[in-house]
């Protein structure tokens, strides 16, 4: 079945920092690949998202192509905030159809961003 | 601003009471979800409705039942809940499409005395 393989937290960074969270996938065929964030006492937000091969989400700075050859979906940004202090899920569908989408998260990557 | 709107934002209750937990959202999706999240833990999936009926139910517990009155509203019903129950439950809905993503609501913080 599917499911991701998240790098482990928590990541520290002094602000302006390059952002990068691994995150690989195992899938048949070739689901839709997204990344979530959590902020502090709130829900699950869509950070961004890439439906096919080679395609690059991007949303609020970040960054992430989605890499057939290296089964990779990693998040990147060149210059962290205070404020993108959260966590960071990478999850894509499961491999069940006609009930929904169930989707695999990740562990989450736990990240703080100091002045 | 969420589209998916969860009340009671924090709720404490004992291991007797019946308490209920609302989700509602008017994105015109039709598959929506009960999550469990603990501490520093991803999201757990606990139910899924698809056109207001019951799909998934991931082996929860009896003392969790859901309910989905409409395509917009979704209720989980609360009965002779545990201390190890207590976490963020949260609320879920999408289209059917296999590359639609989840919308989540904020979540009810769940503390069970």
């Known amino acids: 079945g599917n499911s991701v393989t998240q790098m482990e937290g928590p990541v520290t960074l002094s602000e302006e920092a390059f952002l990068t969270i691994n995150c690989t996938y195992t899938?048949?065929?070739?689901?839709?690949l997204f990344w979530y964030v959590q902020y502090p006492g709130e829900g699950l937000q869509l950070l961004l998202k890439?439906?096919?091969?080679?395609d690059k989400g991007s949303n609020k700075g970040f960054e992430a192509t989605y890499r057939k050859e290296t089964t990779s979906f990693h998040l990147e940004k060149g210059s962290v905030q205070v404020s993108d202090s959260a966590v960071y899920f990478c999850?894509?569908?499961?491999?069940?159809?006609?009930?929904?989408?169930?989707?695999?998260f990740g562990t989450g990557t736990s990240l703080t961003v100091i002045p | 601003d969420t589209e998916v709107t969860q009340t009671p934002k924090h709720l404490v209750m004992g291991m007797t009471n019946k308490k209920s937990l609302k989700c509602e959202q008017h994105?015109?999706?039709?598959?929506m979800y009960w999550y469990k999240q603990k501490a520093k833990k991803p999201p757990e999936l606990m139910f899924v409705?698809?056109?207001?009926?019951?799909?998934i139910n991931e082996s929860v517990p009896s003392r969790f039942s859901p309910e989905c009155p409409n395509s917009s509203l979704l209720n989980l019903h609360l009965h002779a809940l545990q201390p190890e129950d207590s976490a963020l439950y949260l609320c879920?809905?999408?289209?059917?499409?296999?590359?639609?993503?989840?919308?989540f609501g904020n979540g009810t913080r769940l503390t069970v005395t």
């Open positions: 890439a439906t096919k091969a080679d």
């Open positions: 879920a809905s999408s289209r059917q499409g296999s590359r639609d993503p989840l919308h």
């Open positions: 999850a894509l569908p499961l491999t069940r159809t006609n009930t929904g989408n169930q989707f695999y």
């Open positions: 994105m015109g999706h039709r598959a």
């Open positions: 409705y698809s056109y207001e009926k019951l799909s």
């Open positions: 899938a048949t065929g070739y689901p839709s």
